[in-house]
């Protein structure tokens, strides 16, 4: 159990949702997704149970419809999007962390076991890569250890030869998308010394290319874990919040430099300590810092708002309040779905008053406005989230 578990509610009790208990997937009625819904699957349920729960956001209504759930509950597992399926990697059951890996097929509205994970990992960092292929690193095993190992999923996963330069656990990772290193990973951040801290400053660059990791030249500016990572236009990464080693939230963030292989302080600092928030690209280049909360300390504070980096000016603007509190939330971009919410920013579930929330709301970037969606039809804390193809 990792240590922001820890001082939620103890350990995740054994029962799965009980929307789902007992039902098999063979007698789920599919639904059957369109082109720009988002499937919202797994977390943690309104008790904090692991959960198997999975349904989809339609724009078109601005409503929730429920899907067929998964094999196993998937708890802060990691998901992407490859060839068409959505993959749900790992993260924990009721019971342990989990190597298992589903493949939610969007013409069939069903999941079906992928080939598994060789290593059981939870807070690890899963991107897909240039080359259609899934990256995952480090993460902590089934003993509470971070991990030095990383492996590649194709048609099914492979360790690969070479080990991160350190092992790490609750580190951030995004795939530069510009400049001199585009489609490389930045890796940085995390803990190395078991479930708890102290924190990582140093980074590193994985190459798809050459199949190594690298540390960076330069370190980060403080020691963060439970950070987020985003992957800037011009091939920057923009690095937010995280935990300190009193495990307070750092309001602080960062700007790696693929060129310079150096991080540098943005020009101010957030309007707050943020862990376990949402950071989102939107479509204009800014990003959405959205929610988190301040500590893992039993005085945590859940936060309801959210404020908008500037790469152009290395600002962060004055913070606007959302429509709920949440922490461990998911924020999905929605496109292609041909309505009026398209370049809008789904922002659903999280944790608030001890559960997992059924509340959701959408970003409009244009009219700086959160509006309240449908209440979702289960608890998602710690869920993931995919905009189906």
């Known amino acids: 159990m990792n240590i922001k578990r820890g001082f939620r509610t103890g350990l995740l009790a054994i029962a799965v949702a009980a929307a789902y208990a007992g039902v098999s997937q063979a007698k789920c009625v599919p639904h059957i997704p369109k082109t720009g819904d988002v499937l919202v699957s797994g977390g943690?349920?309104?008790?904090?149970?692991?959960?198997?729960?999975?349904?989809?956001?339609?724009?078109?209504?601005?409503?929730?419809?429920?899907?067929?759930?998964?094999?196993?509950?998937?708890?802060?597992?990691?998901?992407?999007?490859?060839?068409?399926?959505?993959?749900?990697?790992?993260?924990?059951?009721?019971?342990?962390?989990?190597?298992?890996?589903?493949?939610?097929?969007?013409?069939?509205?069903?999941?079906?076991?992928?080939?598994?994970?060789?290593?059981?990992?939870?807070?690890?960092v899963a991107v897909k890569l240039n080359d259609g292929s899934v990256l995952a690193v480090g993460g902590f095993d089934k003993h509470e250890n971070p991990q030095n190992t990383a492996e590649v999923f194709?048609?099914?996963?492979?360790?690969?030869?070479q080990k991160t330069t350190v092992p790490r656990a609750a580190?951030?990772?995004?795939?530069?998308?510009?400049?001199?290193?585009?489609?490389?990973?930045?890796?940085?951040?995390?803990?190395?010394?078991?479930?708890?801290?102290?924190?990582?400053?140093?980074?590193?660059?994985?190459?798809?290319?050459?199949?190594?990791?690298?540390?960076?030249?330069?370190?980060?500016?403080?020691?963060?874990?439970?950070?987020?990572?985003?992957?800037?236009?011009?091939?920057?990464?923009?690095?937010?919040?995280?935990?300190?080693?009193?495990?307070?939230?750092?309001?602080?963030?960062?700007?790696?430099?693929?060129?310079?292989?150096?991080?540098?302080?943005t020009a101010n600092n957030m309007s707050i300590g943020r862990v376990d928030h949402s950071a989102t690209l939107l479509p204009d280049g800014t990003v959405l810092v959205a929610g988190g909360e301040t500590s893992f300390l039993g005085a945590t504070t859940k936060l309801n708002t959210a404020e908008i980096y500037d790469p152009g000016t290395k600002l962060f603007a004055a913070p606007m309040t959302m429509n709920d509190h949440r922490d461990d939330d998911t924020a999905t971009v929605i496109s292609g779905s041909g309505t009026a919410l398209d370049g809008q920013v789904l922002i659903e579930g999280g944790f608030f008053n001890l559960h997992g929330e059924n509340t959701a709301e959408t970003y409009d970037p244009v009219g700086k406005t959160f509006t309240s969606t449908a209440a979702m039809n289960f608890g998602h804390g710690t869920a993931s989230a995919a905009l189906i193809p």
């Open 44 to 124: 943690e349920d309104v008790n904090e149970n692991a959960a198997r729960n999975t349904e989809f956001f339609d724009p078109g209504t601005a409503t929730w419809l429920t899907g067929c759930p998964t094999k196993v509950p998937h708890d802060e597992a990691q998901i992407a999007v490859v060839g068409g399926r959505i993959l749900l990697i790992g993260g924990e059951t009721t019971k342990a962390h989990t190597k298992i890996t589903e493949a939610y097929t969007p013409s069939t509205g069903k999941f079906k076991k992928a080939s598994s994970m060789k290593a059981s990992r939870e807070d690890f």
């Open 154 to 161: 194709k048609t099914g996963w492979k360790i690969l030869a």
């Open 171 to 265: 580190h951030c990772g995004a795939v530069m998308t510009g400049g001199s290193k585009s489609g490389q990973v930045l890796i940085a951040g995390g803990t190395s010394a078991g479930e708890n801290p102290p924190g990582l400053k140093s980074a590193e660059v994985f190459n798809l290319a050459t199949g190594a990791f690298v540390a960076t030249s330069g370190s980060m500016n403080f020691a963060r874990a439970y950070a987020d990572a985003t992957a800037l236009p011009d091939g920057t990464v923009l690095i937010t919040g995280g935990i300190d080693d009193s495990l307070i939230a750092r309001n602080t963030a960062e700007i790696y430099d693929p060129d310079t292989d150096d991080f540098s302080p």
